[in-house]
């Protein structure tokens, strides 16, 4: 106030005049003169302030509290002013620093949290642990005494009267007097408000109750501190009512739940509940809200009007339109659900949940939240809550790109309750809910799990066991000794020929167990050549276990031959020829399997290892279960006997796995989860954030301090959702070391050193984090960046690596750690993030395990607080694995086995259903497969149901046809989608799609909308990136949707062409891509070709453009290793266009225009010597031609190198050159012979072209009359070497009865066979 007087611009002093008691005057005089000191306030307010700390993971224990209250000015003062602060002499004489009281005050301050239910304080070891209602407390500000308050006095059966008495005894408000000329207005608003208040008007909580609901009811007050007080209660109603309604939620009480969202949301829209929900929308008339809610009429009822209804029931007629508007602006969404029992004790419910409204950005903003919940059958108990975001993007457009997945597992209690409720309920909107019930009338629970093997204490055997001296020494030069898993299956395996099934955690060696079996078969004298196919789930798992078991066995009884599969039809079959044991994934023997009954060597199989088997349950489940289905299959029809042994993590159900595959009940060992070589400790934290990215960001330091807690010496492998947050994550661990002040403290190794390493480096940011002791391991990184990471882990130079979730089945390296971060994904095409499975979180538990370095091991899994218990359950339980052949595969199944005539009629399809594991579990969870009873005549209805939709949809697609209702056979499409292995969905759409006319722009938008692509991941915020490569394609199209994988294989593919440089994850989405597309691209000839349309050179056209990444319009120069459109232009001006002009050139020439080092020479001179030079020869057969005779044309390729190459006959086919496809290629020619003038193809015939020559004799239909024809030669994989050949003219006499309609369909056919 003093410091008002004066007025600098226009006096020169100013005069203060204070008028007090005579005793005070000194005091007031020594202010003017002497300053006070500013005095700390903190101890009012510890205890919240710690407990904010405690949530946010700052200070764990009571040390780190007294650390940290070294950093407050409460510190600085009591070290100046002890007295004040009560800090007695005792303290100061030996305790400079005061850490003595620091401690006293934190502990005093964690007592009184414990006290308040805030935290768990464990007064022995100092440790403090958060606990829910520290979590609410410390997120919406509220005071360690109120939720004590409310601690005490909330109860499971609240109603809404006794929650508002509830808010009005917070601490907040305890502040807050009734004033004496208050009473008169209290006494009467207390008559006008419309809940009942019990205490009097003398007491405060009456008043605070009043003013809240004098707020709600937007009634006028007249006292002004009155309407002061209401503001402060208004303004804090939010915060403390969210925060109550969170304490019902995490109880799981559902009545008060519901009724304080409910007043959260009054007193946020300043209405009641009774009132009309129009009163919601900004700038409604007030006389159209008074009309709606005179009428008391429902508001659900209001969905089902028109405007002139509407206008007519609220009797204002011109209303009607803008009541209309905006009831269907209201948030109102659809609910579905789909029940499925797990196990006895856990149901899993598929939620599709779709938005039933007008989105508009003035009201709706760009998302809105609800709340999930689920309750028991009496509406009270809370079984599951979860969050639920509706964004903007999501409710227009499309109507399959609105539907949302969410997928919750609640639990289930015996005797069975007749019903759940699920509800959805707006977290911001008043009477905005959906409720389902979920009736369990025909629910019928799984049988029982039977219980695990038990892990008996076993002498591990000597090595001499195996009764051969070179088994021996495979095992004695690697090992100390086997586990105790390996010894008590080792009879089983090596002893007897019987079908085994071992079931145990990942890392407990099962890998040796599959070993058993591959020496027993070898220990048999009287088999000449035995074949065993071992079959992993992903192509980089197979490429190890060919590499492991080339070093292990290669020398082995004068060598044995470890081959893996490609995929390519021909060369797998030699593969197939060659080898003593193939590697490959379910889909490639499948591939090799379907057509055994051509196959020797797929009937005289002689044993078949199934390792990772419990994927049976995964994605790749169906093919895999085909594959084991029809090994049984086989060998029952041949009566050749086949040995199958499966190994997998514990199965809960692994009994009826084990029987399924053939397995003797003593031939099954189910060993539980917790017999693992070393014991595993396993922590699990939750998290309660809804928002991906900040989870991302929490995890990170609660990641670090497990490092530093349980592991600061050992290795640790740290698991992120994708490849970008594994590069965030190792910076942040980077940034927590810092903070430590240790940037190093992860590094093992002289950094000098590691330098050398660190050269040979191609990513930056990698070479960054390993120099200080931290790497990264994503499936997009460089190859040779993956060996030295590998590497530098395993020898202990750096500590940390932080892998992606893709590398958990391809990371060649264990440590004594493992942490997971986080347990969800995006899942683009559903717009969600979703969970994990099962199998690779115990894949992922499985590295941490190293039995001859550490005594037992660690997992820290970090996941959300809604999936903790399932977590739990299942990381100690069997894993319970169902098929999903029926919803996923079956289809193509039956196509197969129709093209290989192994099905012929309806009752051969029932039959060879019998075989699978989905036969298997049928009858075991019948619900699970949508079978409500057990009894044998509803089992063999619903399978007859089943195969009868199953071929009725591939009727519609073209693909097979049925004669007599129940003899099937298959169709040319039918034929071409088996042949191919390409789904029965894709080959319908080719048919129906391409036309004669279709060009470039066409065939690429038909490829690309292939479901062989629906599996491409779509990551978050990727359009930009998709964005930006489409501005810059060439070829634009109208359905550009940046969240389908179709559109985004178009744009991959046209990248390719341009060689684009993309971003790591699109390399890893576009080799994916062109993995598949030459497959359908050979497919798509077919069809077209069965059309007899000329235009499936086209097709052929873009698998050069495929193979060679350029475009059609491209010099065919483009293909050559290191030509740069610099080189390109030099070489044009010297008139050289063609690969086969730059062959011609003189040595000298060459070298000089070419300018390049002798390395790019070399690739460049095996880029040319691969490159074909065909030369074609052909003559017609001589005689007389008629129409109703097939006319044969000779056609003789040769490679012109017959003369040179002479004595290299056994050398391997050639193989395409090809810098920027993925997969080995072997060029394929097409021979078309075709009419360019109808546009007509009259013949066509694909082969593969060997050392020496070869002769086709290709058979054409002609009808009467004079024909130009032109033989066409096509390559699949080069370009610039293609064929074209005006073949005579040809007379053709008419026949005796010439029948021309079906002209070309038989010699199409042929074109599959010989392919």
Not at 126 to 146: C, D, K, M, N, W
Not at 319 to 325: C, D, E, N, P, T
Not at 471 to 478: A, G, K, L, Q, V
Not at 1240 to 1267: E, M, N, Y
Request: charged content about 25%; some cysteine; overall charge negative.
């Amino acid at each position: 106030m003093l410091g008002r007087a004066g007025r600098p611009q226009y006096d020169e002093f100013g005069e203060g005049i204070i008028i007090t008691n005579h005793s005070e005057l000194q005091y007031y005089l020594s202010l003017m003169n002497q300053q006070l000191p500013i005095e700390s306030q903190l101890v009012a307010k510890l205890a919240d302030n710690l407990n904010a700390e405690i949530v946010l993971g700052t200070i764990r224990n009571r040390d780190e509290a007294v650390q940290w209250l070294g950093y407050t000015y409460l510190y600085v003062r009591m070290l100046r002013d002890p007295v004040l602060y009560s800090v007695n002499a005792d303290y100061l004489d030996d305790d400079p620093h005061l850490e003595q009281k620091r401690a006293d005050i934190a502990h005093s301050a964690a007592v009184l949290l414990e006290k308040c239910n805030l935290i768990k304080y464990d007064r022995v070891s100092g440790r403090f642990q958060s606990t829910e209602l520290g979590r609410i407390a410390s997120h919406y500000y509220v005071t360690h005494s109120s939720m004590a308050t409310y601690n005490q006095h909330l109860k499971p059966t609240m109603s809404t009267i006794e929650l508002f008495r509830v808010f009005a005894l917070s601490n907040e408000f305890r502040l807050i007097p009734v004033r004496q000329d208050e009473k008169l207005e209290l006494s009467k608003l207390l008559e006008k408000v419309p809940i009942p208040v019990k205490e009097s008007v003398d007491e405060p909580a009456a008043k605070i109750n009043v003013l809240l609901q004098a707020y709600i009811s937007g009634l006028t007050l007249e006292g002004f501190a009155l309407v002061a007080d209401m503001v402060y209660v208004q303004q804090s109603a939010g915060r403390i009512l969210r925060a109550m309604f969170e304490i019902c939620l995490k109880r799981g009480w559902a009545i008060p739940a519901r009724a304080a969202l409910d007043m959260c949301k009054m007193a946020e829209r300043k209405m009641w509940n009774s009132m009309t929900p129009l009163r919601q929308f900004r700038g409604v008339p007030g006389d159209v809200i008074r009309k709606a809610e005179a009428k008391q009429f429902p508001w659900y009822r209001y969905f089902d009007l028109t405007p002139p209804e509407l206008g007519e029931l609220i009797g204002i007629q011109n209303a009607g339109r803008l009541v209309h508007r905006l009831v269907h602006q209201f948030p109102k969404l659809d609910l579905q659900a789909h029940v499925q029992p797990i196990t006895r004790s856990l149901l899993r419910i598929d939620l599709t949940i779709t938005p039933d409204f007008q989105w508009e950005d003035r009201v709706h903003g760009t998302a809105q939240a609800f709340w999930i919940l689920v309750e028991d059958v009496d509406g009270e108990i809370i079984l599951f809550h979860d969050t639920f975001l509706l964004r903007k993007q999501y409710t227009t457009g499309k109507s399959e790109d609105n539907e949302h997945s969410i997928t919750l597992t609640v639990p289930m209690f015996e005797p069975v309750p007749p019903n759940y409720y699920i509800s959805l309920i707006a977290d911001r909107w008043l009477q905005s809910e959906t409720r389902l019930p979920v009736s369990f009338k025909n629910l019928i629970l799984p049988e029982k799990f039977p219980q695990p093997t038990a892990l008996l204490d076993l002498q591990p055997p000597p090595f001499s066991v195996l009764r051969n001296p070179e088994f021996e020494r495979i095992y004695s030069s690697s090992i100390p000794s086997f586990n105790k898993i390996q010894t008590q299956v080792l009879e089983a395996l090596y002893g007897s020929d019987e079908n085994v099934f071992v079931g145990a955690p990942t890392g407990s060696g099962k890998t040796i167990c599959a070993e058993f079996a591959l020496l027993r078969l070898w220990s048999k004298k009287d088999q000449k050549h035995p074949r065993a196919v071992c079959i992993l789930p992903y192509q980089e798992m197979v490429d190890q276990r060919v590499k492991e078991w080339t070093a292990k066995f290669g020398e082995l009884q004068g060598g044995k031959e470890v081959v893996s599969l490609t995929g390519d039809s021909s060369t797998d079959l030699r593969q197939l020829q060659i080898g003593h044991v193939i590697v490959c994934t379910p889909t490639q023997w499948d591939m090799v399997s379907r057509r055994w009954k051509k196959r020797k060597h797929v009937q005289n199989l002689a044993l078949l290892i199934c390792d990772e088997a419990h994927l049976v349950g995964g994605e790749i489940g169906p093919t895999y279960e085909i594959v084991i289905s029809r090994t049984r299959y086989v060998s029952k029809q041949t009566e050749i006997e086949t040995r199958i042994v499966a190994l997998s993590v514990s199965l809960a159900n692994a009994r009826d796995f084990g029987e399924w595959m053939g397995a003797p009940a003593r031939a099954i060992y189910n060993f539980p989860p917790s017999a693992r070589p070393l014991d595993l400790d396993i922590h699990l934290q939750s998290f309660s954030i809804p928002h991906f990215p900040s989870l991302m960001i929490t995890m990170s330091k609660p990641a670090y301090i497990a490092i530093k807690e349980y592991s600061p010496t050992k290795p640790v492998i740290i698991f992120t959702p994708s490849r970008k947050q594994s590069r965030m994550t190792a910076n942040d661990i980077l940034s927590h070391c810092l903070a430590d002040d240790d940037q190093d403290q992860f590094l093992n190794y002289d950094p000098e050193q590691l330098k050398q390493h660190l050269d040979h480096v191609s990513d930056q940011d990698l070479v960054e984090c390993l120099s200080h002791g931290v790497g990264f391991y994503h499936e997009a990184l460089d190859k040779q960046d993956k060996k030295i990471v590998e590497r530098l882990f395993e020898a202990g130079a750096i500590q940390v690596l932080i892998a992606s979730r893709e590398t958990a089945w391809s990371l060649p390296a264990s440590s004594y750690m493992v942490i997971i971060m986080g347990v969800q994904y995006f899942e683009g095409r559903e717009h969600r993030y979703a969970d994990y499975p099962v199998a690779d979180v115990l894949q992922m538990m499985g590295h941490a395990c190293r039995p001859t370095v550490d005594e037992r091991s660690r997992c820290v899994l970090m996941c959300q607080q809604t999936r903790k218990d399932f977590y739990r359950k299942f990381l100690n339980e069997g894993l319970p694995i169902e098929s999903h052949l029926p919803t996923h595969f079956l289809h193509d199944f039956f196509l197969a086995e129709i093209a290989e005539e192994t099905i012929e009629n309806k009752q051969d399809a029932i039959d060879i259903l019998t075989w699978t594991f989905f036969y298997r579990r049928l009858t075991q969870n019948p619900n699970y497969y949508n079978l409500n009873n057990i009894s044998h005549q509803h089992l063999s209805d619903h399978l007859s149901e089943l195969v009868e939709s199953t071929l009725a949809d591939l009727v519609t697609a073209h693909c097979i046809s049925i004669e007599d209702e129940v003899n099937v056979g298959k169709l040319n499409l039918g034929w071409i989608a088996a042949y191919y292995n390409i789904s029965y969905i894709t080959i319908d759409v080719f048919s129906m799609s391409i036309t004669e006319k279709t060009k470039l722009k066409g065939l690429l938008e038909i490829i690309s909308s292939s479901t062989e692509f629906e599996s491409i991941p779509i990551r978050k915020h990727e359009d930009v990136v998709l964005r930006r490569i489409y501005d810059r394609v060439p070829v634009k199209t109208e359905n550009n949707r940046y969240e389908s994988p179709a559109f985004k294989s178009f744009l991959l593919l046209q990248a390719h062409f341009s060689r684009l440089q993309l971003p790591p994850d699109l390399v890893t989405d576009q080799a994916l891509v062109l993995s598949k597309v030459v497959n359908l691209l050979h497919a798509c000839v077919d069809v077209m070709a069965s059309n007899a349309y000329l235009n499936a050179m086209g097709a052929m056209d873009l698998a050069q453009m495929c193979v060679q990444a350029a475009w059609e319009s491209d010099s065919p120069l483009k293909q050559i290793p290191h030509f740069e459109p610099e080189l390109i232009k030099r070489c044009k001006s010297k008139g050289i266009d063609s690969v086969y002009d730059l062959m011609e050139m003189e040595d000298e020439d060459r070298t000089k225009l070419l300018n390049m080092t002798p390395g790019q020479l070399r690739d460049v001179a095996a880029f040319v010597n691969a490159y074909p030079s065909l030369e074609v020869a052909h003559e017609f057969e001589a005689g007389e031609y008629t129409s109703t005779e097939p006319v044969s044309l000779k056609i003789t390729l040769s490679s012109g190198e017959e003369d040179e190459e002479e004595d290299e006959e056994s050398q391997s086919e050639p193989v395409v050159i090809a810098p920027f496809y993925p997969i080995k290629k072997i060029p394929n020619w097409w021979l078309v012979v075709g009419d360019p003038q109808s546009r007509q193809l009259i013949g066509i015939r694909r082969v593969t072209i060997p050392k020496k020559s070869l002769t086709i004799d290709l058979k054409l239909t002609l009808g009467a009359g004079t024909h130009k024809l032109h033989l066409y030669v096509i390559c699949d994989s080069f370009m610039g070497c293609d064929h074209d050949v005006a073949l005579e003219p040809i007379q053709v006499a008419q026949g005796d009865d010439d029948d021309s309609d079906e002209d070309d369909d038989d010699d199409e056919d042929e074109e599959m066979n010989d392919a």
